[in-house]
């Protein structure tokens, strides 16, 4: 079957890759001349473990190509997919869709067969109806379905997300959307992924259901972590406790900074926008977006706590592990790091940073952060250490040398990822998140 991508950001791309791999033809389709130049070089526009050698090797077998061209990327293609950016509108946090109206208004232009259309893009509720409508007007003659399709990716896993899915998501209004989503997808029933079939307008909001409530746990346990400080608990065990319950299940009760990333903040507050509009309040999502906006701060805060407070911090110096929202990749979109590194630079402390892949991008968004070469140059001379993105490679820290290298012994470490009396044998004035 032929499949058009429209959009080879980290969604199509990753997408595209991956029905390739399954046996589809794929064409890739992106107005950025260079980014489709660079994709023909083997060179990707995101980092994500996996995707240079997944497209390599699906482009040299032929089953999958690159254009600007969308009249001639869509030709004959069974299904076009709809994975264009949904970023937050400026000023009132909406989806902005114009991205996605756009494609399908030339979809509809240049349809020379009978497809389906899928969104593959977040986009709100009755988003679907709109863009079928944009299709109709057009005047194309063709058959056409408009259909939607949920991402569950995760950047760092997407590889393995979209190939091994929880579930598949379609929401079809008919027979002729159904019937190719099942051909798209055939290869991933024969590895028994569950796919659940739904009306168009209940699939679009399953998306935004599945991230607010992720989000929730998320600040859910953060909360807990808080509480776990002031009471004399352990945050890890408390997680543990609750997630052993089958109901509530252990993914996502990690507590730490707060979440990031190009998802969370944008859908939750998406999701805000579209119970207002349908004048159906949603509180809880309203107070986890809330929260989760005032920890960010908090956390910086809580590294100024280790320098002795705000009035002491000033000149001092701190070096930051991780600027990325979460490890495996390079996105700083809503990274918790900016937050922490800006109430840190806002009470004069010097800050000096390192990330395995974040800081091409960080640079311009944190001016003032010296970005260094390594960790341990990072934190050579600070008088605090403070990891903020859980990276492998800071895991295992050479403590001994860390110790030497620093003015003082001091660690925050808002991800939990070292043990609290380990820190303190070695020496170290440790503080963590939700414990003791
Ligand atoms: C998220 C969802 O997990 C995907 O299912 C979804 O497809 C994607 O958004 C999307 O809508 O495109 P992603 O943003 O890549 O994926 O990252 P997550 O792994 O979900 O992490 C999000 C944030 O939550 C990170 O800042 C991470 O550090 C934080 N987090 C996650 C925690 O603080 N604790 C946890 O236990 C889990």
Known sequence: MKIAM????????VSGACFADFGHDVVCIDKDQSKIDRLHDGIMPIYEPGLDALVESNFKAGRLSFTTSLSEGIKGASAIFIAVGTPSRRGDGHADLSFVYAVAAEV???LSNNAVIVTKSTVPVGTGDEVERIIKDSGTTRTFSVVSNPEFLREGAAIRDFKRPDRIVIGAEDDFGRDIMHEVYRPLFLNESPILFTE????????YAANAFLATKITFINEMADLCEKVGADIQDVSRGIGMDNRIGSKFLH??????GSCFPKDTLALLKTAEDYDSPTRIVEAVVKTNDSRKRAMGRKVLDALGGAEKARGKKAGLLGLTFKPNTDDM??????????????AGVIVSAYDPEGMDIAKPIMPDVAMCDDPYSAIEGVDVVAIVTEWDAFRALDMKRLKELVAAPVLVDLRNIYNPEDMRA????????GRN
């Open 6 to 13: 429209v959009g080879s950001g980290y969604v199509g791309l």
């Open 108 to 110: 509809g232009e240049h």
């Open 200 to 207: 168009r307008r209940t699939s679009e909001l399953i998306k």
């Open 255 to 260: 507590a730490g900074p707060g979440y990031g």
């Open 333 to 346: 979109r809503d990274s918790p790091a900016i937050a922490i590194a800006q109430t840190l630079t806002d």
């Open 426 to 433: 070695a020496g170290f004035t440790y503080a963590s998140i």
